[in-house]
C-alpha cells in the first residue's frame, strides 16, 4: 500500500509538471502570437499622426517647389489628421492613403515610396537651360521623350502632363514628379487604362504620389469570400447580390481580354464596385499585358508545368529545354471561373456560384466544372462563362 500510494504522489508530481510545462508552453504561443499581430496592425496600419507627418513632408516640398502635382494644392489646403488614413500593404511595399473629401467623397492616394526621388543632375541642366529661354515646348519635347515608352497615345500622355500640373510650376518640379510616377507600374497601367471599364477614376498626382476613386467593396463583394460573420452563405437572399456581382465579373474578364490583360492575383479583395454597376480593379500590381507575361515566364528554368505559374497565371514547360514557354495557357475566364465562382483555398472553400437556387444546381454546377477544367481551352472556357451569364440574365428577367 505505502508502495502504491508513493507511485501515485509520484505520477501525481509528473502529471502537475507536465500540466505547467503545457500551460508556459501555450501562454508563451499565447505572448508571441499577440505580439505578431500587435507587429503586424502596427506596420500594417500606421497612425494617424504617422500619417499626417507624411502628408506634411509632401506638402512642405511642395511649398519649397521640389514637386509638384495637380492634386497638391487641394491635400495641402487642409492637412488635419483627421482626413488622412494610411495603410501600409506590406507583400508590395505599397503605401495607401485615403483622404476624405468631405462627408461622402473619398480618394485613394497610391505610392511604392514614401520618399520622393529629386531629378537626375543631367536632367535638372537641361531643363534649367529650357527656363532661361522660356520655352515650355522643349519641356514637353523633354516629358514626351522620358515617357514614349510608357504612353503611346496622346490621350495617355496629355493626362500625364495635366497630372504635373506644368504650366503652374517650374519644369524641374514637375519633371522630377513626373519621373517619381514613370517609376510605378501601376500608376502607368491606370493611365493607360483610363477609358476601358477595368480601373478606377484617376484624378491626379502630387509628388510620386496618385490619386484615384476610392472603390467600395460592399457586403456582396465581401461575401466572395465565402462567409458572413463566420458563417457559410446560408441566406436565400444572399443570392441576388450574388448574381449581379458574378455578371459583372464575367464582363469584368472580357474587358481584360479585349484589352489584352491578365489578372495574375485573383483575390476577392482585388475587386471593388465603379460607377454604373460595374466591377474593377482595386490593386493592379498582377496585371500584365501578355507580353510583359511572356518576357517573365520565358527566361525561367523548369521540370513541370507548376514551375512556369505567376501566382494565378499558368504556364507551361519545355521538358527539352528545360524552359519555360512564353506563352500563358488559362485566361482570365478560368482564373475567375477557378477561384471565386468555385470553392477555393483563397475563398475560404466556398464559392460565389455555390449553393444557388434549386432551379439552377445541375446546370451551374455543369458549367462551372467547363470553366474551371485545365482540360479545358480558352474558347471553351470562355464559352462557359457566357452560357452562365445567360442562366444569370435570365433568372433576372424573370425575377
Not at 237 to 249: F, N, P, V
Request: contains cysteine.
Amino acid at each position: 500500500m505505502p508502495g502504491n500510494h508513493r507511485r501515485t504522489l509520484s505520477i501525481g508530481r509528473r502529471f502537475t509538471t507536465c500540466s505547467k510545462a503545457i500551460f508556459i508552453l501555450l501562454a508563451g504561443f499565447w505572448l508571441v502570437g499577440r505580439a505578431f499581430i500587435i507587429m503586424c496592425r502596427w506596420s500594417e496600419e500606421p497612425t494617424f499622426g504617422t500619417c499626417s507627418g507624411i502628408v506634411d513632408h509632401m506638402c512642405a516640398e511642395y511649398s519649397r517647389s521640389r514637386l509638384t502635382g495637380s492634386m497638391c494644392l487641394e491635400l495641402c489646403q487642409n492637412t488635419s489628421a483627421e482626413r488622412f488614413q494610411c495603410k501600409h500593404v506590406t507583400g508590395s511595399g505599397k503605401k495607401i492613403i485615403y483622404f476624405s473629401r468631405d462627408e461622402n467623397s473619398k480618394l485613394v492616394l497610391k505610392t511604392k515610396s514614401f520618399v520622393f526621388h529629386e531629378l537626375q543632375a543631367g536632367h535638372q541642366n537641361i531643363l534649367r537651360d529650357s527656363m532661361a529661354q522660356g520655352s515650355l515646348a522643349t519641356t514637353l519635347m523633354f516629358l514626351r521623350r522620358i515617357s514614349k515608352q510608357h504612353f503611346v497615345t496622346n490621350e495617355t500622355f496629355n493626362r500625364f502632363v495635366s497630372h504635373l500640373d506644368l504650366h503652374r510650376h517650374n519644369a524641374v518640379a514637375a519633371v522630377a514628379s513626373g519621373e517619381s510616377l514613370l517609376q510605378q507600374e501601376e500608376y502607368i497601367s491606370i493611365n493607360n487604362l483610363q477609358s476601358t471599364g477595368i480601373v478606377p477614376r484617376l484624378h491626379g498626382t502630387c509628388g510620386n504620389f496618385y490619386a484615384v476613386d476610392y472603390l467600395p467593396s460592399d457586403d456582396t463583394l465581401v461575401r466572395m469570400k465565402g462567409f458572413t460573420a463566420g458563417l457559410p452563405w446560408t441566406s436565400v437572399g444572399a443570392w441576388e447580390g450574388r448574381r449581379t456581382a458574378s455578371i459583372a465579373l464575367i464582363e469584368l474578364a472580357e474587358r481584360l481580354e479585349q484589352h489584352g490583360r491578365m489578372l495574375c492575383d485573383v483575390r476577392s479583395e482585388n475587386f471593388g464596385w465603379l460607377d454604373g454597376g460595374k466591377i474593377g480593379l482595386v490593386d493592379l500590381d498582377s496585371v500584365f499585358t501578355k507580353g510583359e507575361l511572356a518576357g517573365i515566364l520565358k527566361n525561367d528554368t523548369c521540370r513541370r508545368d507548376s514551375d512556369c505559374s505567376l501566382l494565378d497565371c499558368h504556364g507551361s514547360c519545355n521538358r527539352t529545354s528545360r524552359r519555360c514557354n512564353a506563352d500563358v495557357s488559362n485566361t482570365n475566364f478560368h482564373a475567375i471561373c477557378s477561384k471565386i465562382f468555385r470553392h477555393h483555398v483563397s475563398n475560404a472553400l466556398h464559392g460565389v456560384l455555390e449553393d444557388v437556387p434549386a432551379k439552377h444546381m445541375n446546370t451551374l454546377d455543369r458549367l462551372l466544372s467547363l470553366c474551371s477544367s485545365w482540360k479545358m481551352s480558352p474558347r471553351e472556357s470562355k464559352y462557359a462563362l457566357n452560357e452562365i451569364r445567360k442562366v444569370l440574365l435570365h433568372d433576372q428577367i424573370l425575377g
